[in-house]
C-alpha cells in the first residue's frame, strides 16, 4: 500500500489542485475599466493602448526606457539611521522599512544613476512609488543630494522623476528638513551652470511639490498626473469653495502656467535629450558646403543622353 500513498495519491491531488493564476496578469484601466495584459502594457511603457492614461511604472523600468540601450551606472548613495525617532504607530517603523524592502528589493524610495541619453551624458533620479509612496525622508534627502553632486561632478545635466505622496512622517523633522537641504542642492546646480530639469509624475504631492519638485529649470508633467501641496478635500474645507475638476492635474497646471508642457512617456525620452542639448548649448553638427569655386566649377546643365532629344 505504499507505492499507493506515495505515488498515486500525489499525483491525484496533483490533478485536482487549482491552477495558479498571478493576481496581476490582467490590469484594468481606471479611466475606462478596459482590461490590459499585462505584457502588452509593460511593452507600452505602461500607457494604456486604447485610452492612453499613463499607469505608474517601475523605478528601474523608467531609467532603463531612458538611457540608452537601457544601459547606466547606479550611482552610490549614503546609509542613513534607519529609525531615528524610534517611531511607532500601528507598528515599528523599522519593521515597515523592513516590510517595503523585502516587497521591492530596495533600500529605499529613490533611485539614482547616470548614463547616455541620445548619446549625451546625464544624470537621473528616480522616486519610486511603491517604496513607501516615494515619501521623502532622510535616506531619500540624501539620494537626491548624492545624484545632484555626482551631476556636478560629471558636468551632466540633472534629471529627477518626481512621484510622492509627500514628507514621511515616521521621521517627523528630519523628514522635513530634506525640503531645503535638497533646495540648496538646486542652487548648486544652479551656480555649476547645470540643467535641473523636473518630470513631475502621477502623484506628486505634499512636502515634495512644496520643494525641489518646483524649482526645475523647466517642467514636463505626464499626461493626467495629479500635481499639488494638499489633497481636493483638505483645500475645499479650508477655502469652504467648490474647487473646478481636473484642478489639479497635469493639463489644468498647464493652461494656468504652473508646467512648461505635458509630454507622453513614449516622448520623454527625446524631449529631454532637446532640452538638455539646448541648456547646455552642445554644438550641433552642422552638414558641410561646398566652397564657392568648387560651386562654379560644376556643370549647370546635366549632359543629354546619347539618342535623347535635344
Avoid at 502623484?203 to 512644496?210: D, H, N
Wanted: net charge negative.
Amino acid at each position: 500500500m505504499n507505492w499507493i500513498n506515495s505515488l498515486v495519491r500525489p499525483k491525484i491531488r496533483d490533478l485536482l489542485k487549482k491552477r495558479e493564476v498571478p493576481e496581476n496578469l490582467w490590469i484594468k484601466c481606471p479611466e475606462t475599466g478596459e482590461m490590459v495584459f499585462h505584457r502588452d502594457l509593460e511593452a507600452n511603457l505602461w500607457v494604456v493602448p486604447a485610452s492612453g492614461h499613463h499607469m505608474r511604472m517601475p523605478a528601474k523600468k523608467r531609467l532603463e526606457t531612458l538611457f540608452d540601450a537601457g544601459n547606466y551606472e547606479v550611482v552610490e548613495t549614503p546609509d542613513v539611521q534607519a529609525d531615528p525617532l524610534k517611531f511607532r504607530d500601528t507598528k515599528k517603523y523599522v519593521d515597515r522599512l523592513k516590510e517595503y524592502r523585502a516587497k521591492t528589493g530596495e533600500s529605499d524610495a529613490v533611485h539614482v544613476a547616470q548614463g547616455k541619453v541620445n548619446g549625451a551624458d546625464l544624470t537621473a533620479a528616480v522616486q519610486d512609488f511603491a517604496f513607501m509612496g516615494g515619501s521623502l525622508g532622510m535616506a531619500a534627502g540624501e539620494a537626491i543630494l548624492a545624484g545632484m553632486q555626482a551631476a556636478v561632478a560629471k558636468h551632466t545635466p540633472f534629471v529627477l522623476f518626481a512621484a510622492s505622496g509627500g514628507a514621511r512622517m515616521q521621521e517627523g523633522i528630519l523628514s522635513l528638513m530634506q525640503m531645503p537641504r535638497t533646495t540648496v542642492g538646486v542652487q548648486m546646480l544652479r551656480e555649476a551652470g547645470l540643467p535641473y530639469i523636473v518630470v513631475l509624475t502621477n502623484p506628486t504631492t505634499g512636502g515634495v511639490s512644496a520643494s525641489y519638485a518646483m524649482l526645475g529649470d523647466v517642467h514636463i508633467a505626464e499626461p493626467g498626473a495629479q500635481i499639488g501641496f494638499a489633497g481636493r478635500r483638505v483645500i475645499e474645507q479650508t477655502i469652504r469653495e467648490k474647487l473646478p475638476e481636473g484642478f489639479q492635474s497635469a493639463e489644468y497646471l498647464l493652461e494656468h502656467g504652473m508646467v512648461d508642457m505635458v509630454v507622453n512617456r513614449h516622448d520623454l525620452k527625446d524631449t529631454i535629450a532637446r532640452i538638455c542639448g539646448i541648456l547646455m548649448k552642445r554644438e550641433v553638427e552642422v552638414p558641410s558646403l561646398p566652397s564657392p569655386e568648387a560651386a562654379a566649377s560644376e556643370p549647370t546643365e546635366k549632359p543629354v543622353a546619347e539618342g535623347a532629344e535635344a
